[in-house]
């Protein structure tokens, strides 16, 4: 009796555990904890299953256009635009080895009125004011991309560079977390290390 208890214990906790694994690697919206918020860094989920390959990049805005509030003169709009521009070319921003993937679909979101009410003291960067009442009104933004992509029979490539680097010199870390059907892993990259294997 007791033995058949310890089983079903154990086997509901690896399925709890491949859950959230799952949960975090599509890195749905109701998941902001799982990314920090922090200048310099980037996170970015990618998932194989089935024919399916899928990138997610979530990245400050901070790293990609150099400011976070709403884009109002000329310059900042057509920084915007230009950003927008590469990060939907996924020829500049992910080189993969292997597999045959084609890119069907890309979404870029991007929300520059959202207030970051979470990790707020992870955050680096220097405010020109440091009341509790200005960081009340603070505010930041994301860029967050999805890559969609159709592998042919299941074949996924052995490993994918992040190109980033090469256009945003304000990004210096990507914490990539990937998981196929049978694997998963988790990988660091930088400008000099942007190749994540699998
Ligand atoms: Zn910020």
């Not at 086997?11 to 859950?19: D, E, M, P, Q, V």
């Not at 998981?179 to 000099?192: D, F, H, P, V």
């Given at each position: 009796m007791c033995k058949k208890?310890?089983?079903?214990?154990?086997?509901?906790?690896?399925?709890?555990?491949?859950?959230?694994?799952?949960?975090?690697a599509f890195g749905e919206e109701n998941h902001h904890s799982s990314h920090a918020h922090i200048h310099g860094e980037a996170d970015?989920?990618?998932?194989?299953?089935?024919?399916?390959?899928e990138i997610e990049f979530i990245s400050p805005a901070h790293n990609l256009i150099g400011f976070e509030y709403e884009a109002r003169t000329s310059a900042e709009i057509a920084?915007?635009?230009?950003?927008?521009?590469?990060?939907?070319?996924?020829a500049k921003i992910l080189q993969l080895t292997g597999g045959?993937?084609?890119?069907?679909?890309?979404?870029?979101?991007?929300?520059f009125s959202l207030k970051?009410?979470?990790?707020?003291?992870?955050?680096?960067?220097?405010?020109?004011?440091?009341?509790?009442?200005?960081?009340?009104t603070d505010t930041h933004s994301n860029f967050k991309v999805k890559y969609h992509t159709?592998?042919?029979?299941?074949?996924f490539p052995n490993s994918i560079e992040f190109l980033l680097f090469k256009h945003f010199k304000n990004?210096?870390?990507?914490?990539?977390?990937?998981?196929?059907?049978?694997?998963?892993?988790?990988?660091?990259?930088?400008?000099?290390?942007?190749?994540?294997g699998f």
């Open positions: 208890i310890d089983f079903l214990f154990l086997f509901l906790t690896i399925a709890l555990g491949n859950l959230l694994v799952l949960n975090s970015a989920n990618i998932a194989m299953i089935g024919s399916s390959l920084k915007v635009k230009q950003t927008e521009s590469v990060l939907g070319d996924p045959e993937c084609d890119f069907v679909d890309i979404a870029i979101e991007s929300g970051d009410e979470d990790n707020h003291d992870d955050h680096n960067h220097s405010h020109a004011h440091h009341g509790l009442e200005e960081n009340k159709s592998c042919d029979s299941g074949l990004l210096s870390r990507v914490n990539v977390k990937w998981i196929s059907e049978n694997k998963q892993g988790s990988k660091r990259l930088t400008a000099n290390n942007s190749v994540v």
